[in-house]
């Protein structure tokens, strides 16, 4: 688990910041396994793009599947092209997603920081 502190957050909001977000499903049983599993794939490579103020993951049982957010923070859509490619509303996916995933959104929504 990451702690934000005052500074952190106050690093990231900045005029024209983008948050992006994306949701998936696993089964309850399997969410540990994802967390670890994400982690060491899209947290890696969002965190290490340039233009990219921080990752996190968002998640909650529901049932017997666990849904999760990826939550991150981008200087601009440039920067979010440059981690996820051209169509910048498609969702990136890795190697290992189908063995984990029941259900997936397979696109993003950004936000605008205000």
Known sequence: ???VTATRMASIIVADVI???WRGWTRK???E???AYVEETG???YRSTPGNHGAWILRRDDGDRTEFVTLSFWDSL???R???GDDVEQAVFYDEDDRF???????VHHWQLD
Do not use: N, S
Request: no cysteine; glycine share 0%.
């Open 1 to 3: 688990m990451v702690a």
């Open 19 to 21: 948050a992006r977000t």
């Open 29 to 31: 049983e399997d969410a």
């Open 33 to 35: 396994a994802y967390v």
């Open 43 to 45: 947290m890696t490579a």
């Open 78 to 80: 440039d920067a979010v």
């Open 82 to 84: 440059a981690f996820a």
């Open 101 to 107: 995933l029941v259900d997936r959104e397979t696109t």
